[in-house]
């Protein structure tokens, strides 16, 4: 029964966890102002619209922050947490941890996610430097505005733009720190 648990457990966190992505492309894409023209920004914006629209009608945006994507993002992790526990039959954690957990949790996927970004970008700078497809274009929207302040301040060597490297380390560090800060939830 442990194996069924486990196994209903990662399918639950994994389809969670990639729809929070596309929730969370859906409130970086415009801070960084990618187009929205890309078929991919496209595709994201259908298929988080259903839960994003209703939301919106009740909390407005605040400046340019998208409070009803936020929102959604944190009560689907919020709910995917309880869940969890409740499969594993751990009694419910308190709200106040589970809430902290969730916010960290939301930030670490946003980590997450402009960490592939660069690293993606990285790949296909080696794969196809000049190419240009969606895919890239949305790579590229995500991961410039984090790789510009290392590349003022880290010079290339003989050509070779090290940037990315020490991006990708600063924003791992910044994940075990977080980890490190998720209150017990038990």
């Known amino acids: 029964m442990s194996g069924l648990r486990s196994a209903v457990a990662f399918i639950i966190q994994t389809l969670a966890q990639l729809y929070i992505l ?22 994201i914006l259908r298929f988080t619209s259903p839960l994003i629209l209703p939301v919106r009608r009740m909390v407005p945006s605040v400046w340019r922050l998208d409070t009803a994507t936020i929102l959604v993002a944190f009560i689907v992790q919020f709910l995917t947490l309880v869940v969890l526990a409740l499969i594993y039959s751990a009694p419910v954690p308190h709200p106040l941890p589970l809430a902290v957990t969730t916010v960290i949790e939301l930030i670490v996927l946003s980590l997450n996610l402009f960490f592939f970004a660069i690293l993606i970008r990285v790949v296909l700078s080696w794969v196809a ?4 497809n969606p895919i890239t274009a949305l790579v590229t929207t995500l991961s410039e505005p984090v790789l510009r302040p290392f590349r003022r301040s880290i010079p290339s060597i003989g050509g070779l733009d090290i940037s990315p490297v020490f991006a990708l380390i600063l924003i791992q560090a910044a994940v075990i720190f977080l980890g490190h800060l998720k209150p017990p939830l038990v």
């Open 129 to 132: 430097p000049h190419a240009y």
């Open 22 to 43: 596309l929730l969370l492309l859906r409130f970086w894409l415009p801070w960084l102002r990618a187009d929205f023209r890309n078929p991919v920004a496209q595709g």
